[in-house]
């Protein structure tokens, strides 16, 4: 087998060692049964509220543009099923009759979760929408809905609103675009310069431009634009500082396959990349930058971390940490739910295996060139 399939093969495999437990657990309605809820001491009972939902969205939120690609041979018969599975877990996790019911309507993290898995089905409409039963459909809607009785917090909060809007609206539901105006107009107030967005009024060294912010701005323009013309003025703006954050991703990733552990929610590990591997699955990567260095950027990182003792428990789910299993990473608000954002690497598997992501030659990426003495050009910030 040539490299290039290897590689593809790999993050595959990956990925689906990852969602297998939770997706079959879920399917099979004993989630809430099976489900650990490894948290900071003393908050398992508060956690154990909201962490089934977690594990739902943040798993489809990864894995949905694969689920959506069609493929050949065994690739295409593992989508098929997991495409199955995924229809399923969505029906148990909204089904009010459901062992497995999550919670739409108590306190304000369903409002995040409930984004995520609206963003998943944004990503994947035809596998986990269209083929959805309509009894599933309206649960779906429901619990969306439910939501909007809790506002979201002053912060990358508000386009967790505004996700959820932009899904009821490609379904056809009723929609509120005040909600999303909102967020789109304050976070072009927080715009900061150089492809980067504060979260709020204030910057915050973390790495919520990609887990949160820069892709749901994204992805909620693609859906909306149209809709409003200052909405399609700034689309151009948003794709523009995306692809300039995404430059500044692909530089942080160390000749080792390492990054900078800065900032809170490192437990959703190579979820720090969501974004750089969501401009890969768009064709949108900065001009410098190739897919095929951004696929061995990102698979020296998914190497780095999946790899290290301690990721997985004895029966398959992740364990909190950063590179391994590490307690006192944890916020308060993370649990094992929380952890599955981490899928979010894996959105160029969402691009066929003959896309030059997947079939290009292996190659340097930009800081293992120059830390080997290669002649770069310079970087620069972007207005």
Not at 25 to 49: D, F, Q, V, Y
Not at 104 to 115: E, K, M, S
Not at 140 to 148: E, Q, S, Y
Request: proline share 7%; with cysteine.
């Amino acid at each position: 087998m040539n490299p290039e399939a290897n590689a593809r093969e790999y993050w595959l495999k990956t990925m689906l060692r990852i969602v297998d437990v939770p997706l079959r657990a879920l399917a099979e309605r004993r989630l809430k049964e099976t489900m650990p809820i490894e948290c900071l001491p003393g908050n398992e009972e508060n956690r154990s509220s909201f962490a089934h939902l977690e594990i739902l969205g943040r798993t489809l939120c990864g894995m949905a543009p694969w689920l959506e690609v069609k493929t050949v041979g065994e690739e295409e018969e593992l989508r098929q099923e997991y495409a199955e599975l995924a229809r399923q877990a969505i029906d148990a996790a909204t089904d009010p009759a459901s062992p497995d019911y999550v919670n739409f309507d108590y306190g304000h993290q369903p409002i995040v979760d409930a984004a995520f898995l609206a963003h998943g089905i944004l990503r994947a409409p035809r596998e986990l929408w269209d083929k959805l039963e309509p009894r599933v459909r309206r649960n779906v809607i429901n619990g969306l809905k439910a939501t909007r009785s809790r506002k979201p917090f002053y912060c990358n909060w508000l386009l967790f609103s505004a996700m959820i809007e932009a899904l009821l609206y490609k379904v056809g539901e009723d929609w509120d675009p005040m909600r999303i105006d909102y967020a789109l107009r304050e976070h072009e107030q927080w715009f900061l310069g150089d492809g980067v967005y504060g979260d709020g009024p204030h910057f915050r060294w973390d790495y919520y431009n990609s887990f949160v912010i820069q892709p749901m701005l994204l992805d909620i323009l693609e859906t909306v634009a149209h809709e409003d013309s200052w909405w399609s003025e700034m689309k151009p703006n948003v794709i523009r500082r995306a692809i300039r954050y995404g430059e500044i991703q692909e530089r942080l990733i160390s000749p080792e396959g390492t990054f900078p552990p800065i900032g809170r929610s490192l437990c959703y590990r190579f979820g720090v990349f969501q974004l750089l591997a969501q401009l890969a699955l768009r064709h949108d990567l900065p001009e410098k930058v190739t897919p095929a260095q951004v696929r061995c950027a990102l698979e020296a990182v998914i190497r780095r971390m999946i790899e290290m003792p301690g990721t997985f428990d004895e029966n398959g789910w992740l364990k909190v940490g950063f590179c391994g299993s590490q307690i006192n990473m944890a916020e308060r608000y993370i649990c094992t739910g929380s952890l599955y954002l981490c899928t979010t690497v894996f959105l160029p598997l969402g691009l066929p295996p003959e896309d030059p992501f997947w079939k290009d030659a292996p190659e340097d990426w930009t800081s293992r060139k120059i830390w080997s003495g290669k002649d770069m050009l310079r970087d620069h910030a972007v207005d």
